[in-house]
């Protein structure tokens, strides 16, 4: 079992920027970004593999979010630039011990966080 800490949410204007975190309990093959807005449905936003430099984005995110690692604290980061209001959502961290998968296949995901909130204002 695997437990997944986010943490690093909150409040920005537009145009500002935040940096999400997410410290993995054990070992991990494949560790992504998720966010779910209110009546919207879960979306991935970001994925990255542990100990490899290969990330995904999703074309919403492009060039203003980057994924990166700490391999050695297990924890993996979203630094989020030039935000906008539509980025606002509860954002979560999900892992996998297997293959993730292409794109953001939800189902492939075996841990999720808690979640953390991000709200950006115009």
């Known amino acids: 079992q695997v437990q997944l800490v986010e943490s690093g949410g909150g409040s920005v204007q537009a145009g500002g920027s935040l940096r999400l975190s997410c410290q993995a309990s054990?070992?991990?093959?494949?560790m992504a970004w998720f966010r779910q807005a209110p009546g919207k449905e879960r979306e991935g936003v970001a994925k990255?593999?542990?100990?490899?430099?290969?990330?995904y984005y999703a074309d919403s995110v492009k060039g203003r979010f980057t994924i990166s690692q700490d391999t050695a604290k297990n924890t993996v980061y979203l630094q989020m630039s030039s935000l906008k209001p539509e980025d606002t959502a509860m954002y979560y961290c999900?892992?996998?011990?297997?293959?993730?998968?292409?794109?953001?296949?939800?189902?492939?995901?075996?841990?999720w966080g808690q979640g953390t909130q991000v709200t950006v204002s115009s």
């Open positions: 999900a892992a996998s011990q297997g293959y993730c998968g292409d794109n953001f296949q939800i189902h492939r995901y075996d841990y």
């Open positions: 990255i593999y542990p100990g490899s430099p290969t990330t």
């Open positions: 054990g070992f991990t093959r494949c």
